[in-house]
């Protein structure tokens, strides 16, 4: 109820006295319409009353509830402050005719009705006046700052905007959380039904975007590693994790239960170490080959959370002009674990959530792009059906990146073209400008690379027309003649990317523009000659991220494409071919090789024994004598006992015994 009609209704307690039934009637008056009206006879006949005092009598007190109250000053003892005054007029003595009666209570309504349009118009007339001025008021200020602005410019000028390159690799918050994706497919009760917050839940020490904490999660302590700015200039800030002491002590252990080829010692250490970064992302692989996804998922997340957890203030995920250097192999980790976890959520089925994080991978080095992501950005833009951000992002780096000279742009950018043009909710013209600019893209695409053709329709189980086979520019010989690194990026992006091809509106559209290649191939289009020699110049040799990427991406049809320099060598999972220009701030202390003391049989216990150490394998720093060898002796001898103890031998010509008790049982 508002303040208006508590007034009202406290004034018409203070007004009440024991009446009879009927007899109660109230009176409001203004002085100007009881001037105007004059005194009227009461229902008992004519009383004298005084000017101003005669009212409105109404029989029903309630009425007064939904009558507008234009008080503008307390009530007090039924009078008004403002020269309206309120009147209790009270009756002992009954009406004597029903006609005397009926006569007041129609001027009454009247009045009301009159009073309440009289009321209204004030309160409209009051209303639209504040309107006026508050709205005149807005204009003013908005006019105020554009002088100001207007002012100011010419003086100080205002910071260049954010280029486009930054608005590309814009993050959004929203979007690195995968249940967000869920719920838009399955509603948000099917996501959240098993995530309820539990009474006895365990606190973590601070949120954060990437990852959620689980309670399965062993206690967080920092496990030495941190984060510093290096140095900021041109609007870009460049960081680097670092490792403390103990921290390096654990990655030494790390490095030596690499060496030994045994997961169990990294299960071993990480029971120690729970958040180390390497042995979370090195024992996510073992169990990935073991086809055990979710544990390999888990521990992913866990690296995350322990990098995350380790962030600079400053450092910001979504501004893109937060650097890693990858040349240091305390910022490897966090790309790899970046990777895995968009690789988890693609298979997952999030690929708008997997596209968020292939942009922020792209966003920590853009120029050198060690992990090659501009070959994976345009197979998630199209699943995730994000058109719109594929063609933004070529059109604003072909110019300085020449992206349609890698084939998974070349033709990705004309399917988003072709794609958008099937949408119903866009305008007519919109559609027809879209699906010529996919028809022209997509023809400079098979002039440009005529050996994906015949690839994608086998993929795609597609039988090709006898013209098209039989043509030397599509035929066997133009995947032959192309060179090797490009066979390898046509091998990925099939691999990766040819369902994206199989829907019958897709092939329609693909044979109509290959009808129209050959035409111009056959009218000797000068293009065609002019892109196969760019074909020869530009895919002599791929770089060195293009085999990383490769390498992570698994596919096999690109990794069987790798050469040999790369095949040769071993890839370890943390740290997959490393850049040549490693940048160290520290370096693992040298073991000692036994090699170099010509201990032949301390080297074949350790190739059998990767725990054993020879005691006295290097000299002390202080000491001119020598060690004793002598104990190192024992203890060779002791593991020679052990080791025989183990081995039991077999004669086959030997008599079987027959055991009377058992009754062919295995022993």
Not at 351 to 364: D, F, G, N, Q
Request: aromatic share 8%.
């Amino acid at each position: 109820m508002s303040r208006r009609a508590l007034r009202r209704l406290r004034g018409e307690q203070r007004g009440q006295e024991p009446l009879g039934p009927g007899a109660l009637q109230f009176g409001f008056r203004d002085d100007d319409d009881a001037e105007e009206e004059g005194p009227k006879p009461g229902p008992g006949g004519p009383r004298p009353r005084s000017p101003g005092k005669e009212g409105v009598r109404v029989n029903n007190r309630f009425e007064l509830i939904n009558i507008e109250d234009v008080e503008e000053g307390p009530v007090v003892n039924g009078e008004k402050s403002d020269g309206l005054r309120t009147e209790v007029v009270v009756s002992g003595s009954k009406r004597k005719s029903q006609s005397g009666s009926a006569e007041p209570r129609k001027d009454g309504e009247s009045n009301v009705s009159g009073k309440l349009r009289k009321k209204k118009k004030k309160q409209k007339n009051k209303k639209s006046s504040a309107g006026e001025t508050s709205e005149n008021g807005l204009e003013d200020i908005d006019r105020i700052l554009e002088r100001i602005e207007d002012s100011s410019g010419s003086l100080h000028p205002s910071p260049p905007l954010l280029s486009s390159r930054k608005h590309v690799l814009y993050v959004e918050h929203r979007h690195l959380n995968p249940d967000t994706e869920l719920k838009r497919y399955f509603g948000a009760r099917a996501v959240l039904g098993e995530q309820r917050p539990r009474p006895r839940q365990r606190v973590y020490p601070k949120c954060t975007w990437l990852t959620t904490p689980k309670n399965t999660w062993p206690r967080y302590a920092k496990p030495g590693l941190s984060m510093r700015l290096l140095e900021s200039k041109k609007g870009l800030s460049f960081f680097a994790f670092e490792h403390s002491e103990e921290y390096q002590q654990t990655q030494h252990k790390f490095l030596a239960a690499v060496e030994s080829m045994e997961p169990n010692n990294i299960v071993v250490l990480l029971q120690t170490s729970p958040y180390h970064v390497d042995s979370l992302l090195q024992l996510s692989d073992a169990c990935r080959f073991q086809d055990d996804q979710e544990m390999a998922r888990d521990l992913v997340e866990r690296a995350l959370y322990s990098m995350e957890c380790a962030f600079h203030p400053l450092f910001s995920l979504t501004s893109g002009t937060c650097r890693l250097d990858y040349r240091r192999p305390e910022n490897r980790s966090f790309y790899l674990a970046l990777y895995k976890q968009m690789s988890f959520l693609e298979k997952r089925g999030c690929p708008r959530t997997a596209l968020e994080y292939c942009k922020l991978i792209l966003s920590l080095e853009p120029d050198e792009d060690p992990l090659c992501m501009l070959l994976l950005v345009d197979h998630l833009a199209l699943r995730a059906r994000n058109y719109e951000y594929l063609i933004h992002l070529f059109q604003e780096w072909e110019a300085h990146r020449n992206l349609s000279q890698l084939p998974n742009f070349a033709f990705s950018v004309p399917l988003a073209y072709f794609l958008l043009s099937q949408q119903a909710d866009l305008p007519e013209e919109e559609l027809s400008s879209a699906r010529e600019k996919a028809s022209l893209l997509v023809r400079q695409a098979l002039i440009m690379f005529p050996g994906v053709l015949m690839p994608l329709l086998e993929c795609c189980s597609v039988r090709p027309d006898a013209a098209v086979t039989c043509h030397p520019f599509f035929g066997p010989s133009s995947e032959i003649s192309q060179p090797p690194a490009l066979s390898q990026l046509v091998s990925l992006y099939l691999g990766r990317s040819h369902f994206l091809w199989k829907e019958p509106s897709i092939m329609s559209w693909l044979e109509e523009n290959v009808r129209a290649v050959l035409q111009a191939v056959d009218a000797g289009d000068p293009a065609v000659a002019e892109c196969e020699s760019r074909r020869k110049v530009l895919y002599q040799r791929a770089p060195r991220n293009i085999h990383r990427h490769v390498v992570l991406s698994e596919i096999k049809e690109a990794v069987a494409a790798l050469p040999p320099e790369v095949t040769t060598q071993s890839v370890m999972g943390f740290d997959p071919l490393p850049p040549s220009d490693t940048i160290y701030s520290y370096t693992r202390p040298e073991r000692l090789s036994p090699v170099s003391h010509g201990n032949t049989i301390a080297l074949f216990f350790r190739s059998l024994l990767p725990s054993y150490s020879m005691e006295g394998e290097r000299q002390e720093d202080g000491g001119a004598e020598g060690l004793d060898h002598n104990q190192g002796l024992n203890r060779l001898m002791l593991a020679v006992r052990d080791m025989m103890a183990t081995f039991h031998f077999h004669d086959p010509e030997a008599p079987h015994e027959d055991h009377a008790e058992g009754d062919g049982e295995w022993d």
